[in-house]
């Protein structure tokens, strides 16, 4: 009760919200969302998106269709902010609410939206438990990492070390012969792929083609 100005105090009453809601404890979880929604009028940047999340995730508890709404307004809120796992958590329980209600192509589309921002803030396991869970998040990442090199076929995500491409872009600084060079592509592109032929594909200089 003495510290109930500090930021890390909301996101206990966040978690603490949650899982009261989980327990049904639903006097509780009002408490918490009138104290949100103070801090929201207070410092809107910081809580509006969180008071309104917690106000659709109230409606849902409640069986109440304008959770969806409400849900909408929170995803649009905090996507004015630069708050990372916020909107990723935001989306993926907004997503979870459509799915649960027949809604498939919304909770899809919002769970690869989840899925990104946790990429991008860095929870690498949280984005990988996702894919576990809802297999086609995998799929159709595959196919945009591979639409994005031009590949012909599509091979699994995890074929492409992190760690092998950053080993391979040192080898490769390393080499000073253009014919050595083409063959150390070729064998490093083999070996990350699994692939059994690798064309290298360079521009002459003042032509225009491959």
Do not use: C
Request: proline residues 2%; neutral net charge.
């Amino acid at each position: 009760p003495y510290i109930e100005g500090n930021y890390f105090t909301a996101t206990a009453r966040l978690v603490q919200a949650m899982a009261l809601l989980s327990l049904r404890r639903f006097d509780e979880v009002d408490e918490i969302r009138e104290w949100m929604t103070a801090r929201a009028v207070e410092a809107p940047a910081n809580f509006k998106h969180l008071a309104l999340f917690l106000d659709a995730e109230r409606a849902w508890a409640d069986g109440d269709p304008a959770a969806g709404l409400i849900f909408d307004a929170a995803l649009r809120e905090v996507a004015r902010r630069r708050r990372p796992w916020q909107h990723a958590f935001i989306a993926e329980r907004a997503a979870r609410f459509h799915l649960a209600n027949g809604m498939d192509y919304v909770g899809q589309r919002l769970l690869r939206d989840a899925q990104e921002r946790w990429s991008d803030w860095g929870a690498v396991a949280k984005a990988g438990a996702q894919e576990r869970e809802f297999p086609f998040l995998r799929a159709t990442r595959t196919a945009a990492f591979a639409a994005s090199i031009g590949a012909s076929t599509s091979f699994a995500s995890e074929a492409v070390d992190l760690m092998a491409v950053v080993k391979a872009s040192r080898a490769l600084s390393s080499e000073t012969n253009l014919a050595q060079l083409r063959n150390r592509v070729v064998e490093i592109l083999t070996t990350l792929t699994g692939a059994t032929r690798v064309h290298l594909l360079t521009r002459e200089e003042g032509e225009t083609d491959w």
